[in-house]
C-alpha cells in the first residue's frame, strides 16, 4: 500500500483541525454593557452629537485611531462600504480611473463603480501578490484619480512607493487593508501610509465583529465626508460645513453597538491574536522550507507580514507534480490547502460584458477602448492559474502537534511524488 492518503495510505493529520475560534469573556462583557443599556445602535442620520454614532461605537473608534496612530477612524458597517466610503469622499465620478489589482477580493474592484469610476487593473509583484508599482506607474493616465492597495494576505503593498507615486500626481492613495491588520512597512502600519485605510472585522478575519470595518485617515475633511457618507450625509450638509456636494449622497453604512463591543473586545487582544497567527504560519513556514518546487511565503525586506493567508508558490517542473495534483494529494493528508485564490476579477462576467450599473454598460460605457481581456495582468494569471497554493491562517487553529502532522503530510506528498505521478499518468 502507498503511504500517500490519496492512494489509500493513512492520511498524516489524524484529527480535524479546530477552528480558530477567539469570543470570550470580555466580548460578552462588552456586549452585556450594550443590552444592559438597550440601545443597540446609536445613531441618527440628521445633525446632531449622535450623528456619530453611539458609545461603543465611539470607543472603539478612539481606541482604534490611537492605536493605529490615525487622526481618524471611521467605523463601517462592513469593509465594502468602507471601500465605497472611501471612493466617494475622495470624490470619485463618473470616468475617473482608479488602478486597481486583479488579485483580490471583488469588493476592492467593484467599489469606485458605484460612483461611475473605471477599474484599471495592474498586474502583481509574483512574491508578494500584492501590486508591482512598476506597472500602476505605467497606468497613470490624465483620468487616473486613485490608486488602490491591497496588503493582499497581510503582507503590505510597496506603500509609501505608492503613496510617492499617487502625491507626484496628485491622485488618492487607498489601501485595502482588509487582511493586514497590524501589518507594517518601515515601521509604519498598514491601513495608515494611504490617504485612507480600510479594514475589515468579517468573521474571517485575525480580529472580528461579525461583519464590520473600519477608516482610518489623518485628514479631517475626509473622515467628515466618510461620516457623510455612512450617515445619510445629503440631511447634514449645511450643518456639517460640508459645501462641496460631490458624493455627499448618503448611505446606511453605520455599525451597531453590538457590532462594535465585540469588535472592541478584539482589539484590546489584537497583539496576541496576531502573533499567533504569525507564529503558527513562520512554523508552517520553516516546515516547508527546501522542499523542491515549493516556495514559502516570501517577505519584503522592512515589511511585517501578518498572515491572514499562507501564500506559497509551486513551480511545477522542479516539483515534478502538477500543481492540482499536488494539492489534491496534500488534502488527502487532511490539510486543507487550496489551488489559485480568487480568479482574476477582470474575468468576472461583469468586465467580460461591461455591464454593471444599469443594464446600457455604464461607467464602461465612458471608456470604450478599455478591454478586459485574458492576458492583461500577465503574472496574476501565471499565479492564478499555476502556482498558488493557499492555507487559511485565520480559520484553524491546529495543535503543535498538528502542525507537525501538516508538515510531515506536505514532506510525504513531495518525497512520494514520482509514484503519485506514474500512479495518476
Ligand atoms: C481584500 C479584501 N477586501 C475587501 C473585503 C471585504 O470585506 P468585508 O467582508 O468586511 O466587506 C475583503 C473580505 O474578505 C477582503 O479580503
Not at 480611473?97 to 460612483?115: H, K, N, Q
Not at 462594535?260 to 504560519?281: I, P, S, Y
Not at 502538477?322 to 488527502?332: H, I, Q
Request: glycine share 12%; net charge negative.
Amino acid at each position: 500500500m502507498s503511504k500517500l492518503a490519496l492512494l489509500g495510505g493513512p492520511s498524516s493529520v489524524t484529527a480535524p483541525l479546530p477552528l480558530f475560534r477567539t469570543i470570550g469573556r470580555r466580548e460578552r462583557e462588552l456586549v452585556n454593557e450594550v443590552l444592559d443599556n438597550g440601545l443597540l445602535s446609536g445613531f441618527f442620520g440628521s445633525w446632531s452629537p449622535e450623528f456619530y454614532g453611539g458609545a461603543m461605537v465611539r470607543r472603539l473608534e478612539e481606541h482604534w485611531a490611537t492605536m493605529f496612530g490615525a487622526r481618524h477612524a471611521v467605523s463601517m458597517n462592513s469593509a465594502t462600504s468602507g471601500l465605497i466610503a472611501a471612493m466617494g469622499a475622495i470624490g470619485i465620478g463618473p470616468g475617473d480611473e482608479v488602478i486597481v489589482p486583479p488579485y483580490t477580493m471583488s469588493a476592492t474592484a467593484i467599489a469606485p463603480l458605484f460612483y461611475g469610476g473605471i477599474p484599471v487593473f495592474a498586474d502583481i509583484e509574483a512574491q508578494t501578490f500584492c501590486l508591482d508599482p512598476a506597472k500602476v506607474a505605467a497606468l497613470v493616465s490624465p483620468r487616473t484619480k486613485a490608486i488602490i492597495a491591497v496588503n493582499l494576505f497581510g503582507h503590505p503593498a510597496p506603500l509609501a512607493e505608492l503613496r510617492a507615486l499617487a502625491d507626484k500626481h496628485g491622485i488618492s492613495l487607498v489601501e485595502d487593508n482588509a487582511q493586514g491588520i497590524l501589518a507594517r512597512e518601515s515601521g509604519r502600519y498598514a491601513g495608515t501610509i494611504g490617504h485612507i485605510g480600510v479594514f475589515s472585522l468579517n468573521v474571517h478575519k485575525h480580529i472580528q465583529a461579525g461583519e464590520g470595518g473600519i477608516c482610518t485617515t489623518d485628514d479631517p475633511a475626509l473622515a467628515l465626508r466618510l461620516q457623510a457618507i455612512r450617515n445619510h450625509g445629503e440631511n447634514v450638509v449645511n450643518a456639517a460645513g460640508i459645501t462641496d456636494l460631490t458624493n455627499m449622497v448618503g448611505f446606511n453604512f453605520r455599525m451597531t453597538e453590538l457590532s462594535a463591543a465585540v469588535g472592541l473586545a478584539q482589539l484590546e487582544k489584537v497583539e496576541d491574536l496576531v502573533a499567533g497567527r504569525q507564529a503558527l504560519a513562520r512554523d508552517l513556514s520553516a516546515g516547508l522550507t527546501g522542499l523542491p518546487g515549493v516556495t514559502p511565503p516570501e517577505v519584503r525586506a522592512g515589511c511585517e507580514h501578518v498572515y491572514y493567508v499562507l501564500a506559497l508558490r509551486i513551480d511545477e517542473g522542479a516539483l515534478g507534480l502538477s500543481r492540482d495534483l499536488f494539492v489534491k494529494a496534500v488534502e488527502a493528508e487532511g490539510i486543507p490547502l487550496y489551488a489559485g485564490y480568487i480568479n482574476p476579477l477582470y474575468r468576472l462576467p461583469m468586465f467580460q460584458q461591461r455591464i454593471a450599473i444599469g443594464g446600457g454598460g455604464f461607467p464602461f460605457s465612458l471608456d470604450p477602448g478599455r478591454t478586459y481581456a485574458d492576458g492583461l495582468c500577465p503574472v496574476t494569471e501565471r499565479m492564478h492559474d499555476e502556482q498558488f497554493v493557499g492555507y487559511e491562517i485565520c480559520a484553524y487553529d491546529p495543535t503543535p502537534e498538528q502542525v507537525a502532522q501538516m508538515v510531515a503530510g506536505v514532506r510525504k506528498v513531495v518525497e512520494n511524488r514520482r509514484e503519485l505521478s506514474e500512479r495518476a499518468a
